[in-house]
T-cell receptor, first 115, second 113 residues
Framework: GESVGLHLPTLSVQEGDNSIINCAYS??????FIWYKQESGKGPQFIIDIRSNMDKRQGQRVTVLLNKTVKHLSLQIAATQPGDSAVYFC??????????????FGRGTSLIVHP | ETGVTQSPTHLIKTRGQQVTLRCSSQ?????VSWYQQALGQGPQFIFQYYREEENGRGNFPPRFSGLQFPNYSSELNVNALELDDSALYLCASSLGQGSEEQYFGPGTRLTVT
């Protein structure tokens, strides 16, 4: 979830393990959520999204769970690989005028996968 | 790679100066959003441009301004630079103002001394 202080929360796992990254969001009006992966020296990359009318969505090796009651989001990565090492961000989105979305990103969680 | 390019890659400016950062969106995308990412933080939304018009703005002062051109490329201008403006500036393109899937560029690292 969100952290205080200067350092990103870090999750260290062994290759092949399942990883779970958590995120607490702040605005109950948020209706669309996205998980991003950011590797060193690159911009964020879309992983998976979920709308507020769903509580679970699955992709390739990834699953996002949404609990609106406690405003919590999680990203599960199955059979984690060294290439999954990156910083992971959740972003909550609120519908704005004109049909656009205003995203708010969390601080991120650093995932380290040990071979 | 996403097809979104940004220039320059790195930039060093002095406090009080002005800077212009550039972004070329992915082919076919008509919407560009700009973000500021401080070290160890998530990206913060600055503003979005759709078909050359500002279409949403985050909590940034007016000295942060932008433009979008007919070819949908975009500029971010920052006047009167402050030390706290040091960050990675990201642009992201998408198709349509209501399109949620954004494609990010690699960013411009701005250092203000």
């Amino acid at each position: 979830g969100e952290s205080v202080g200067l350092h990103l929360p870090t999750l260290s796992v062994q290759e092949g393990d399942n990883s779970i990254i958590n995120c607490a969001y702040s605005n109950s009006a948020s209706d669309y959520f996205i998980w991003y992966k950011q590797e060193s020296g690159k911009g964020p990359q879309f992983i998976i999204d979920i709308r507020s009318n769903m509580d679970k969505r699955q992709g390739q090796r990834v699953t996002v769970l949404l609990n609106k009651t406690v405003k919590h989001l999680s990203l599960q990565i199955a059979a984690t690989q060294p290439g999954d090492s990156a910083v992971y961000f959740c972003a909550e989105n609120i519908s704005a005028s004109g049909g656009s979305y205003i995203p708010t990103f969390g601080r991120g969680t650093s995932l380290i996968v040990h071979p | 790679e996403t097809g979104v390019t940004q220039s320059p890659t790195h930039l060093i400016k002095t406090r009080g100066q002005q800077v212009t950062l550039r972004c070329s969106s992915q082919s076919g995308h008509n919407t560009v959003s700009w973000y500021q990412q401080a070290l160890g933080q998530g990206p913060q939304f600055i503003f979005q441009y759709y078909r050359e018009e500002e279409n949403g703005r985050g909590n940034f002062p007016p000295r942060f301004s932008g433009l979008q051109f007919p070819n949908y490329s975009s500029e971010l201008n920052v006047n009167a630079l402050e030390l706290d403006d040091s960050a990675l500036y990201l642009c992201a393109s998408s198709l349509g103002q209501g399109s949620e899937e954004q494609y990010f560029g690699p960013g411009t690292r701005l250092t203000v001394t």
